[in-house]
């Protein structure tokens, strides 16, 4: 199994309304990434989590809370977002955030379209 | 300055032509990535590369290390290669290009 999974596959809630996120890989994988893409712009980084850990928050809002239940999941805790959080939400994961190179490829999931209304 | 710029950043071409899209970057990296994006769509890593050349199918995939160059091409480019293709970089964090948006008409 070499796929990423995330769901809901779109998104439309109030600015007051609280929702998750969630991501999924079975492939061992020890690293896991959000990244917020907005319309014809590259992925930005939010949080890496490394072992379950949270290890880089690339200052994000705290509307948004990450959470690592376990090495195979990851989620994206949602609150009082605004309008202009609207964006395709992506997960990653790759093998181990200690190796360098080629051997530490991200692989990606197809995302959640998000619309905050 | 990014750190990874790509060019073009918007290409057509006619179905059957020879596609190339250039990426330079400015860091140290370990590996670069050539990836792509359809409408709408989620990421399809196509190649990971650290030297050389690497040759899927129509795609091929060169990088210059001393150049911090490289390239991606599509050899008789088809209507479904129509995608954004990011090149992206393994530096001291994952670095993204801005991306090159790629129109093939049948």
């Known amino acids: 199994d070499t796929e990423v999974t995330q769901t809901p596959k779109h998104l439309v809630m109030g600015m007051t309304n609280k929702k998750s996120l969630k991501c999924e890989q079975h492939?061992?994988?020890?690293?896991m990434y959000w990244y917020k893409q907005k319309a014809k712009k590259p992925p930005e980084l939010m949080f890496v989590?490394?072992?379950?850990?949270?290890?880089i928050n690339e200052s994000v809002p705290s509307r948004f809370s990450p959470e690592c239940p376990n090495s195979s999941l990851l989620n994206l805790h949602l609150h009082a977002l605004q309008p202009e959080d609207s964006a395709l939400y992506l997960c990653?994961?790759?093998?181990?955030?200690?190796?360098?190179?080629?051997?530490?490829?991200?692989?990606f999931g197809p995302g959640t379209r998000l619309t905050v209304l | 300055k990014n750190e990874v710029e790509q060019s073009p950043q918007n290409l057509t071409a006619q179905e059957g032509e020879f596609i190339t899209i250039n990426c330079s970057y400015s860091v140290g990296i370990s590996a670069l990535h050539w990836l792509q994006q359809h409408p709408g769509g989620g990421i399809v890593s196509l190649f990971m590369?650290?030297?050389g050349k690497k040759k899927h199918g129509r795609l091929i995939a060169t990088i210059n290390i001393q150049e911090k160059h490289s390239s991606l091409h599509i050899t008789a480019s088809h209507p479904r290669d129509s995608a954004v293709y990011i090149c992206?970089?393994?530096?001291?964090?994952?670095?993204f290009g801005t991306g090159t948006s790629l129109t093939v008409i049948p």
């Open positions: 989590y490394s072992y379950e850990k949270l290890s």
């Open positions: 992206a970089v393994n530096g001291n964090q994952f670095y």
């Open positions: 990653a994961s790759s093998q181990d955030p200690g190796l360098a190179g080629v051997r530490n490829e991200q692989f």
């Open positions: 492939m061992g994988h020890r690293a």
């Open positions: 590369l650290s030297s």
